[in-house]
């Protein structure tokens, strides 16, 4: 991963792209359509308007019309009449032309009360056009600060996540959006959570997040997630391809080592490093925050820290470091968007924390010194000038040298680089519990079980085990599914511990086992399968079989 807070030239200040942080919040416009969700947008921006809310709801009227010609053809025998058809077709244009409109002045109406109950004013707009081109369109007005809109909309359905009219907006939009993605939970009903990655759009977004939670008095936790598996799974992928003869070619030894302290170690500083500057970025701002340091896929090590503390809002960055010009939305930020269960707000505006642009406007580095940065991968390269630029600044220093980098980057990867010469010998395996072993072996998608089979090892290593036992795999197992299509149609979820005990059940009657503890948790209107629940339904069988048991 590679971290960059450098700035731009031109820079001033706090100023980004989309405007200054934290967002503006005094001209909010709203997406109606008197969905749960749409209303629920609604009522969370009235608690934050500053000035006046401005409603839009477009109604596709050519849409309309041009549906009903196509469908006049089709149309039952009696209407096949001209007279009846002429007739029906100024019923239509009446339905057209008025109807919508009615309907979208009713959206508005109802909008409006909720914006006069909370004392601030309310104006309309009522476009005709394909309603996620209107909202585009208003927004590229530069008219307003914010969009509200709900995740669904009238068109939702069971296993919904994300409603298209509100994907395709976000994906497009050059401003803040608020996403309702619970129909009546409030911002407050728990913590609001920030992704930090060290973008400037992260950093944007905790400016948002403390001026939302001071003004509502909601706690704020900031995190920071890495991922210390992937180029784990990565270099064991590239160890089963390259021969000897290659591997000493791409010193493959010497890269493995250098990510293995880099990821394990170097990155862990760098991510600490941007919480700690959020910490001083909140305590100038007087907000006291949590900030907590997760290990693990980004946007999975965030959904389950959401879902932990029960936060009400999480406030991300729109793209992240990664980000390039072409991109419209980051990965992590798109996922959590689906995934998590509260409110998400994703943000456009930027923040460069004053420690940093001091550090960029200040700092000077010796030729030798930058030589000696640019000679590092270019992966790593913007995260190592990060680390060195902070620890100068740290330490005092205003001139970087060669002997001041190298101090910096022994502490980032303890241990050197090994010896270039030395054999390319392929990774050495752990050895497996028996338990963890059957836990893994219940996953049926072969790339799935590979890649958290490395994961697992890796987790091992981290603790300097030397046996992958159940803790290792644990963590992993709840992003896999060993027969999906069963569980989702049941809305059943087992425990990882419960699947590795189904793995020991002969495989000619496994499945028939399983559904038979399927359909005993659903009697009882349970979701959740643990061993409590495995050995109550074994009990339960054993009494049908056996009734003289029962005694």
Known sequence: ??????????????????????????????????????????????????DTITGIHAYAARLHDRRFKQMEGGLPERYQRESEME??????????????????????????TVSKAANVPFKRLSPEGKNYTCLISAMNRNEHDALFIGALGLGAVAGSTIGTVCERVVRRTNMDVFVAKDRRMNIGDGPIVVGMDGSPKSFGALMTALDIGKRLEVPVHVV?????????????KISTVLDEEAGKVFRFKEQEQLHEELIDDGIAKIYQAHLNVAQTVAQDASVEIVTELLAGKPYQAIKKYVEKHGASLLVVGKTGVHADDGLDIGGNTENLLRMVPCHVWVGMVEYYPP????????????????????????????????????????????????????????????????DRDAPQAQFERLKWAEDARTMLDGITDKQVRENIELRAEKS?????????????IEPFMAESTRKPSIRERGGIEWRAASLARLQR????????????IENFAKKRGLTVIDAAIEDD???????????????
Not at 31 to 41: E, I, K, R, V
Not at 382 to 409: L, Y
Not at 537 to 551: V, W, Y
């Open 224 to 236: 920071a997630a890495y991922d210390p598996y992937y180029h784990y799974v990565a270099f064991n």
């Open 87 to 112: 007739h029906q077709r100024e019923v239509h244009e009446d339905l057209i032309g008025m109807g919508l409109g009615l309907i979208s002045d009713s959206y508005h109406d109802a909008a409006e």
């Open 505 to 516: 059940v002969p495989e000619s009657f496994r499945d028939q086992v399983e559904t038979s």
């Open 460 to 472: 091992a290593r981290r603790d300097a085990a030397n046996v992958v036992s159940v803790e290792h």
């Open 537 to 551: 339904a074994f009990a339960n069988a054993r009494l049908a079989m056996c009734p003289e048991d029962r005694g």
């Open 355 to 418: 420690s940093d642009v001091v550090a960029e406007e200040t700092i000077m580095w010796s030729d030798e010194a930058s030589e000696m940065i640019n000679r590092a991968p270019e992966f790593v390269r913007g995260m190592a000038r990060t680390g060195v630029i902070r620890q100068a600044q740290k330490e005092g220093h205003t001139f970087i040298t060669t002997k001041f980098v190298e101090q910096v980057m022994s502490k980032m990867m303890p241990g050197g680089g090994g």
């Open 1 to 50: 991963m590679v971290v960059n807070l450098a700035i731009d030239e031109g820079t001033e200040g706090t100023k980004g792209a989309a405007g200054d942080a934290p967002v503006s919040m005094a001209r909010i416009m709203v997406a109606l359509d008197q969905s749960d969700y749409a209303n629920n947008a609604m009522k969370q921006a009235t608690r934050l308007c500053t």
